[in-house]
């Protein structure tokens, strides 16, 4: 059966392209024009991914999206107009697992789609043991996450780029590593998207992000963990 993608875009000539891409590749696409019919339509289709505007009008992408993330891990690709950082970031802390800025390359947008589902797939992809990182604990095989005994919520991708990380306490991890493992991004997708997954695992782990105690930068190299 073939891969459900929820398509909101307001742009009429857009939404059709996309369509029409998505579709050659083999996915069932539904569209909705707005992020209100995108909601309704996402609580009746259950899609294997969903792309948003950021720029929707009434609702807007970022609402959307951390209403979608509310209810699901789905896998959520974010479009925008705008270069602009704190549009792409606020997209990714509203729950996006990517974003791709406009025009897009018809390939690059399903490169990206087929990594995110098949990552999606393969769960956390870890054994059973416990992994501990000073007063958190990660089950990868429980997909669970506790501080001083306290269950953290992550998304799937915060999950997994802790587990990555975690598994080798003390290893740096370049951008373009962890692009490739935890994304699945052999080439394509940028350091941006690393930047911002780690700024929101230290909100949710540190007692200090701004002085992180678990997940440190290695400036030049990139990150790693600390037992």
Not at 9 to 28: A, H, K, M
Not at 167 to 184: D, I, K, Q, T, Y
Request: aromatic share 4%; glycine share 8%.
């Amino acid at each position: 059966m073939a891969t459900r993608i929820l398509l909101i875009e307001d742009d009429d000539r857009i939404r059709e392209t996309t369509r029409l891409v998505l579709e050659d590749e083999g996915y069932q696409v539904d569209e909705a024009p707005s992020a209100e019919s995108g909601l309704v339509m996402f609580g009746q289709r259950s899609p294997g991914c969903v792309i948003v505007d950021l720029m929707l009008p009434g609702i807007n992408g970022f609402e959307c999206c951390r209403a979608i993330r509310q209810a699901s891990d789905v896998p959520i690709v974010v479009l925008t107009a705008r270069a602009d950082t704190h549009d792409l970031v606020a997209g990714l802390e509203a729950g996006a697992d990517d974003y791709l800025t406009k025009p897009f390359h018809a390939k690059e947008l399903t490169a990206r789609i087929r990594a995110l589902l098949r990552r999606a797939s393969l769960g956390s992809g870890r054994d059973g043991s416990s992994l501990t990182l000073g007063d958190v604990e990660v089950v990868p095989d429980e997909g669970v996450v506790r501080k001083r005994g306290q269950e953290v919520t992550l998304t799937k991708t915060e999950f997994r780029l802790l587990c990555e990380m975690a598994a080798h306490p003390g290893r740096v991890f370049s951008r373009e590593v962890l692009l490739e493992n935890v994304w699945g991004y052999p080439s394509v997708g940028d350091g941006k998207l690393v930047d911002t997954h780690v700024h929101r695992l230290r909100a949710k782990l540190e007692d200090d992000p701004a002085n992180p105690a678990h997940v440190i930068t290695v400036r030049g190299l990139g990150y790693k963990v600390l037992a």
